[in-house]
């Protein structure tokens, strides 16, 4: 059971902005730890798509970015392209579980 | 070309034991702390554990903690995961990837399956 809850999906037109949540605790996002974000298409290794909650590694396309607030961080992809349909994951650390390194429950990104 | 590369997954009776491989190149691998994440079939991804650069940290998520451990071999560039007392909750696709507890994980291996099953 993880503790960083993400909705299962989203869905939106091409060109559409969407967004993912991942709403934590006070001892994970809530505490100031820093969230990151992957991408992971089916059969593949995750991808790094954010890191410390706004950053884009070399590579990533800018309709990608991160924000962060209180106990909860989100990912909003704009201008959506049917190759981003994949498996999106938030991830911090917890100080207060079993799980030190905690992935969210993961988003399934739908391009209608 | 910097790359991750597991190694050592398969098919095991619950009980077995099985001993994954993390072969990494074109990284500074003593001095990056490393990391095993798993992905059951058609779950999400669950961390399972994490070790320093030195091997002198090693830290566990409590579904693996005295079954699992974790080493590194410095002068080969390769990480471990010894698995002991396998259940069926633990198949899954496991990939090692760089990074530390909390910190993003940039590289990750291609993950290997590790079956249990009677």
């Known amino acids: 059971q993880s503790v960083l809850t993400q909705p299962p999906s989203v869905s939106g037109a091409p060109g559409q902005r969407v967004t993912i949540s991942c709403t934590g605790s006070?001892?994970?996002?809530?505490?100031?730890?820093?969230v990151h974000w992957y991408q992971q298409l089916p059969g593949t290794a995750p991808k790094l798509l954010i890191y410390?909650?706004?950053n884009r590694p070399s590579g990533v396309p800018g309709r990608f970015s991160g924000s962060k607030s209180g106990t909860s961080a989100s990912l909003a992809i704009s201008g959506l392209q049917a190759e981003d349909e994949a498996d999106y994951y938030c991830?911090?650390?917890?100080?207060?579980?079993?799980?030190?390194?905690?992935f969210g429950t993961g988003t399934k990104v739908t391009v209608l | 070309e910097v790359q991750l590369l597991e190694s050592g997954g398969g098919l095991v009776q619950p009980g077995g034991s099985l001993r994954l491989s993390c072969a990494a190149s074109?990284?500074?691998?003593?001095?990056?702390?490393m990391t095993w994440v798993r992905q059951a079939p058609g779950k999400g991804l669950e961390w399972v554990s994490t070790?320093?650069?030195?091997?002198?940290?090693?830290y566990f998520a409590d579904s693996v903690k005295g079954r699992f451990t974790i080493s590194r071999d410095n002068s080969r560039s390769t990480l471990f995961l010894q698995m002991n007392g396998l259940r069926a909750e633990d198949t899954a696709v496991y990939f090692c990837?760089?990074?530390?507890?909390?910190?993003?994980?940039?590289?990750w291996g291609q993950g290997t399956l590790v079956t249990v099953s009677s």
């Open positions: 006070s001892s994970n996002i809530g505490a100031g730890y820093d």
């Open positions: 070790i320093s650069g030195s091997g002198g940290g090693t």
């Open positions: 074109g990284l500074t691998f003593s001095t990056t702390a």
């Open positions: 990837a760089k990074g530390a507890l909390g910190a993003a994980h940039g590289l």
């Open positions: 410390g909650n706004t």
């Open positions: 991830q911090s650390y917890d100080n207060n579980m079993s799980g030190l390194d905690v």
